[in-house]
């Protein structure tokens, strides 16, 4: 288990009252609370500037804004959890980093320092540690966003940017298992494109067909590659793994799909459990052919936000494959269980991932 220590270099303005009194932590929606504080780092003059703690609130910006007219923006999702010893804690943090790195190199934006996106995350978390629901109750989600802050409306990379990070106590992100959508009008990446980042316009470009989706009674769209239509890529805001003939498959990173951490966490479980895996292409026909073969045995998304979420069916080409009973599939509650143990230090972490605040 690793431990942060204090960062001396950051601005700390903390609030006169915590609005902490107010929340009700025992009913948590997604991402509509947030804690007092948040964090500020300013890149100006081709160097960072020291970062600043503040109460959380609003952000005087221009209508000119870079990140507003042409999308130069990226951001990362991560959680802090109070562990079995009281302790707060985060799983990976420095996976996160290096990822939010990647997607700023993609678009064209300057690597953040790690001393400012850790230093200035544990000092966040130490003054807002209060925030940390309890285990069984939820999470404390961390958002830092990363966008560009020039004033101008020409098209160039932006020589200013700001790096926020805040806070939300929060529930689970599903409560219940997961409808899918298989839509073919729409992809949510292309090769050479942005797939592989976490950027802000791949979302925004997914909200159409996503709102088709639960328009007709679905939870997300699972998505196939753009080029054929035929390749499974991810589902939702997550990456899909696939239960068929006691194998685990889940598609191969391709530069399209989001290399997630929890994907990444998962992969490595399933090994050091006896599990074969494969990492490759998955076509929607292998799936559909293995569920009227009665071969497909589990199917669950992998993320963040939703740690491991089971998918109850799955709507293709005019039918909805109904997947097992939850209470029947052994991998992916075995996995949620796994996972969920050694995030909160109730079993061992051998791999060095969890990191106390």
């Known amino acids: 288990m690793n431990t942060l220590l204090k960062n001396s270099t950051i601005n700390i303005r903390p609030v006169q009252h915590s609005r902490l009194n107010e929340v009700d932590m025992s009913h948590l929606p997604f991402g509509k609370i947030f804690s007092d504080h948040m964090l500020i780092a300013r890149y100006e003059g081709g160097k960072w500037q020291t970062p600043e703690i503040m109460p959380y609130g609003p952000l005087a910006l221009s209508p000119s804004l870079s990140a507003l007219n042409y999308g130069q923006a990226v951001f990362e999702g991560m959680k802090a959890i109070r562990g079995i010893d009281g302790e707060v804690k985060l799983f990976r943090p420095i996976d996160n980093l290096n990822r939010i790195n990647r997607s700023a190199h993609r678009m064209c934006m300057p690597a953040i320092p790690e001393g400012i996106f850790m230093g200035g995350l544990t000092e966040l978390l130490r003054l807002d540690q209060n925030w940390v629901p309890d285990a069984e109750v939820g999470s404390l989600y961390i958002r830092p966003v990363y966008f560009a802050a020039d004033e ?60 088709m989706a639960k328009a007709a009674g679905y939870h997300n769209i699972l998505w196939l590659d753009g080029r054929e239509q035929r390749y499974i890529e991810e589902c939702g805001t997550m990456n899909i793994f696939f239960v068929i003939d006691n194998k685990v498959i889940t598609p191969s990173l391709s530069g399209t799909i989001l290399e997630g951490i929890t994907r990444l966490s998962l992969i490595q479980l399933l090994l050091d459990m006896g599990y074969t895996v494969e990492e490759r292409q998955v076509s929607i026909y292998e799936v559909q052919a293995a569920y009227h073969e009665g071969r497909l045995q589990d199917a669950f998304g992998a993320g963040t936000a939703a740690t491991v979420s ?31 143990r050694i995030k909160t230090g109730e079993a061992p972490d051998p791999y060095g991932w969890v990191v106390t605040i």
Do not use: C
């Open 310 to 340: 089971h998918i109850n069916r799955i709507a293709f080409a005019g039918e909805d494959m109904q997947l097992p009973p939850v209470l029947e599939r052994t991998v992916s509650n075995k996995l949620k269980d796994a996972l969920q």
């Open 152 to 211: 101008s409306v020409g098209v160039k990379a932006s020589e200013s940017y700001i790096l926020a990070i805040i806070t939300s106590p929060v529930g689970p992100y599903y409560a219940e298992p997961v409808n899918l959508l298989v839509n073919r009008d729409f992809a949510r990446a292309g090769v050479g494109g942005t797939g592989a980042a976490k950027a802000a316009g791949n979302y925004g470009g997914a909200m159409l067909p996503d709102k």
